[in-house]
């Protein structure tokens, strides 16, 4: 079943870059995926909601939920602190070599 899925997805890229959409298709595709994506969200949402096991586990599923989501956005806000200084600290120490260069003064 896994491999049938990406024997799709790597069609459908191969059919994007050799034959990539107009504006109008373009336009006609984002709303067919924005309805698929819909119907498959509403979907999952009634499996879950018939399923007696999920709704009595609830409340630790939703805590240990909102731990991985505020983790997930530490990390990230994190990691984009440090790329962030140390981008600045590079095109720092690269200004200052440029300044120093042949004829300045000491």
């Known amino acids: 079943m896994m491999s ?3 024997v799709f997805l790597i069609a459908g890229v ?5 034959r990539p959409l107009s ?3 373009s336009k006609i595709n984002q709303l067919v995926v924005s309805t698929g994506l819909f119907v498959l ?8 909601g018939a399923d007696r096991t999920v709704l009595r586990h609830l409340e630790r599923m939703g805590l240990q ?3 991985l989501a505020a983790s997930s956005v530490a990390g990230s806000v ?6 962030h200084r140390l981008s600045v600290r590079r095109r720092f ?3 200052a070599r440029r300044d120093e260069g042949p004829g300045k003064p000491v």
């Open 4 to 6: 049938l899925l990406l």
């Open 14 to 18: 191969l059919i994007g870059y050799l």
């Open 23 to 25: 504006a109008g298709g």
């Open 41 to 48: 969200l509403a979907s999952m949402g009634a499996r879950l």
């Open 65 to 67: 939920s909102l731990v």
């Open 78 to 83: 994190l990691l984009v602190h440090a790329g």
């Open 93 to 95: 120490l690269r200004d």
